[in-house]
């Protein structure tokens, strides 16, 4: 009972200006996943691309997302603003999906990916910077948890969208990426309309944060951060894989989106709780613990491909999901000077989308050359890695 009503302190405590950003990321992702959820079986099954061109196609747009994060964020901060970028970002978004139904080729599919990806790009750091605003320090941990959470509901349901309208519609990938145009545009109008920026944030308007005296103020700790977070993203390649792992099992195509549920449904349940964990406890730690999931979940999906283990595969890689991305956020929030905050998420994520890129390519590449059990073998193998990188820098800081 002491636990569950330091849990209701602490969510009452949270302005509401998070709750809104938790609820737009919500149903936007409601939007992408009932797309994204569909999209790789679309590819492989409809416009007969292969593994390795799903695995570029993902690897460049997620990517390219998180490189334009640096832009989007240096320019909130030169601005003083975050809310108009990430308007503009969920907006461009938004109009991007009617693409993915009338597409005839992987051209078109190709552009509406990068396009909404470039939509997601633009209002990442901004929003992340505004949290970081909003979110009293004490709090910052379960306020970054909480956005998550609410983002990784949407992204549970998106998919659970998907194979309800792939049942109820016989197989009919085009009229459920018409659907999911709505949801997209109602995060838009909620944006709009549901938040006000804080007045503090006007006073750092008309500075260059690319300027050499401002970047020297980004120190070691949080450039660690950012090195840290890139082997990460080499260790996590695209979800789409776990979609293909699958499909490679016999799950039917209806039914393969259940895998995202699954996912993004631990994700969802994990990611408060352990961003208010990590608000009381070391994050070296926690990361670690991350990394020992995540090494669980490749040795869980390599070994073999039956319903049961892939879903147990999954919630593990939900779980680490859970355990990581709030806390990752959080150290460059805590890391970052206030003024440079869009800026400091921007770096943070460039190097994360460059990472991204040759993850996803190489996944694609090893699962066409060699099989899926050897895709995500290597996936243990660089966690194995980051782990060992991780307890070298924890013991060195001790010295």
Wanted: charged fraction near 15%.
């Amino acid at each position: 009972m002491k636990g569950e009503s330091q849990v209701e302190h602490s969510l009452r405590h949270i302005p509401s200006g998070i709750w809104v950003l938790g609820f737009v990321s919500l149903l936007m992702d409601i939007s992408s996943e009932m797309i994204h959820s569909l999209l790789p079986l679309f590819m492989v099954t409809i416009l007969g691309t292969s593994t390795m061109v799903v695995g570029l196609v993902e690897g460049l747009a997620e990517s390219l997302a998180l490189v334009v994060k640096v832009f989007s964020g240096t320019l909130s901060d030169y601005l003083g603003k975050r809310k108009g970028l990430a308007l503009f970002g969920y907006a461009l978004g938004a109009f991007t999906k009617p693409l993915f139904a009338v597409a005839s080729g992987v051209g078109l599919v190709l552009t509406a990916r990068l396009l909404d990806r470039v939509g997601k790009g633009v209002r990442g750091a901004p929003r992340d910077a505004m949290v970081a605003d909003i979110a009293p320090p004490q709090l910052r941990g379960a306020a970054f948890g909480l956005r998550q959470s609410l983002d990784t509901v949407g992204a549970f349901l998106g998919p659970l969208l998907a194979v309800g309208l792939m049942l109820l519609w016989a197989n009919d990938f085009r009229a459920v990426f018409w659907v999911a145009v709505f949801p997209g545009l109602m995060a838009v109008a909620l944006l709009l309309f549901g938040i006000h920026e804080p007045e503090h944030r006007q006073a750092s308007k008309g500075k260059n944060p690319i300027r050499w005296d401002n970047l020297t103020r980004l120190g070691s700790a949080y450039w660690w951060v950012v090195g840290f977070g890139a082997l990460f993203t080499l260790a996590r390649f695209s979800e789409a894989f776990l979609v293909l792992r699958a499909q490679h099992g016999g799950i039917p195509v209806a039914l393969v989106p259940l895998v995202m549920v699954a996912m993004n449904l631990i994700y969802a349940l994990s990611a408060y709780p352990f961003g208010k964990l990590s608000d009381q406890m070391s994050h070296m730690k926690l990361l670690t613990l991350g990394l020992l999931v995540l090494i669980a979940a490749d040795l869980v999906l390599a070994t073999n491909d039956h319903w049961s283990i892939v879903l147990l595969g999954v919630g593990l890689w939900g779980l680490h999901m859970g355990m990581t991305q709030g806390l990752l956020a959080t150290m460059v929030a805590d890391t970052a000077p206030t003024d440079l905050r869009g800026t400091a998420f921007g770096f943070f994520n460039l190097s994360s989308g460059l990472a991204m890129l040759i993850a996803s390519v190489l996944a694609g590449f090893l699962w066409d050359q060699f099989g899926a059990s050897f895709t995500f073998y290597a996936g243990a193998v660089f966690c194995g890695i980051a782990v060992m990188g991780l307890t070298l820098y924890q013991l060195k800081s001790k010295e």
